[in-house]
């Protein structure tokens, strides 16, 4: 996007590749369908963001409605679907998606240098952008290597960790053996008093899925300030406590309370194995109590999943190494951008969308010098 906008009468430029085509993260992305951003108002889209005063006025710049503008004139038009995500519309593919943003550099004449890994030397260049994303998913490229670059001129780094990402509790293994792989649908997750509906997925490991993606910051700082983390699972966002304990006061003596939670509150499969594996047999008999468990169930999280399969990355280049226009303060005509920097956003769309605004915004600025 930044190569895109720069004004080509003012600028020569070039993109230095690490790998041998470019965009392998941005494939990877479009694996289970290419959601580019989300469609909600901008006002609500700002708020998804960690740090908000940060990203502000960078989507103010380049917003999700002028992005799916931009795209569109490049032919990719979009939709939107059921969850309020923005996609290419049917049939087109991500490499498709890819070749039209490549094809808008060719036109205006940007190089494009593959299998270039940078190792800290000076650029032949007036300008020099650096890109290099975060550390997960090593294999496209982006492992974090190039900390240490910056760190060598004095650039405070934040270590990176993981978002956006599974999260591991140490289930009973007889749990695990008929509950991993199975969804829990249509439920609401809170950590620290923060509140997201979605779906969520047990796996060995422990959990993951949309639902808990949105939550990544409120279980990091629980596992930071004391190695563990609590989150509650509300198995019916839609059903009052007061609702819950009359309907498991009128369960009728004869029936088993399983079969009733199944058929009176339509509890799943997996959210009832998962409501009695958390709950003592006293508890699951004990109107009062169960329907507590059922509005506020605590799963206590140990740890981050691995930072390698994070869809996702927090830390990086510290906000306050660069001035409001990306420009390392350190480091004069030098400028960063991207996942490189200190920034949190959950999935659907969100962090796709703030990389481009970034783009733009900086090119934006460029172009006046």
Not at 62 to 74: A, E, G, Q, V
């Amino acid at each position: 996007m930044l190569a895109a906008r720069l004004d080509e009468t003012k600028f020569e430029v070039s993109i230095y590749e690490k790998n041998k085509a470019p965009g392998r993260k941005f494939l990877v992305a479009g694996d289970g369908g290419l959601n580019l951003t989300h469609s909600e108002p901008l006002e609500e889209f700002i708020k998804r963001y960690t740090p908000t005063s940060f990203i502000e006025p960078i989507l103010r710049t380049f917003s999700n409605t002028d992005f799916r503008t931009w795209l569109n004139s490049i032919g990719i038009p979009t939709f939107i679907g059921t969850s309020k995500r923005v996609f290419p519309e049917k049939g087109i593919k991500p490499i498709e998606v890819l070749n039209k943003i490549t094809k808008v550099l060719n036109d205006k004449n940007v190089k494009l240098i593959t299998n270039y890994n940078w190792q800290g030397e000076a650029m032949d260049a007036d300008i020099t952008v650096f890109v290099l994303g975060g550390s997960s998913w090593n294999v496209t490229g982006s492992d974090g290597s190039w900390t240490n670059y910056f760190q060598n001129k004095g650039i405070d780094i934040v270590p990176f960790q993981a978002s956006n990402c599974a999260f591991k509790i140490n289930w009973p293994k007889n749990f695990t053996a008929m509950a991993a792989g199975q969804p829990l649908k249509n439920i609401a997750l809170t950590a620290l008093d923060v509140t997201k509906k979605g779906e969520v997925v047990i796996t060995e490991f422990g959990i993951e899925g949309g639902g808990i993606y949105a939550l990544s910051q409120q279980i990091r700082q629980q596992l930071a300030e004391s190695n563990q983390a609590i989150c509650y699972i509300d198995l019916k966002p839609t059903i009052s406590i007061e609702a819950l304990t009359q309907t498991l006061k009128d369960k009728p003596s004869n029936s088993s309370m399983s079969k009733y939670l199944a058929s009176a509150i339509h509890l799943s499969k997996s959210q009832l194995a998962l409501l009695k594996n958390q709950t003592t047999q006293e508890d699951f008999f004990n109107h009062e109590v169960l329907a507590k468990k059922i509005k506020a169930l605590p799963l206590q999280i140990i740890s981050l999943g691995p930072i390698d399969e994070a869809i996702s990355t927090t830390g990086g280049i510290a906000l306050n190494e660069i001035d409001n226009n990306f420009q390392l303060k350190k480091w004069p005509m030098h400028y960063a951008i991207g996942e490189m920097l200190d920034w949190d956003a959950p999935t659907g769309g969100y962090l796709l969308q703030a990389c481009f605004s970034m783009g733009y915004k900086l090119a934006e600025h460029l172009n006046t010098l």
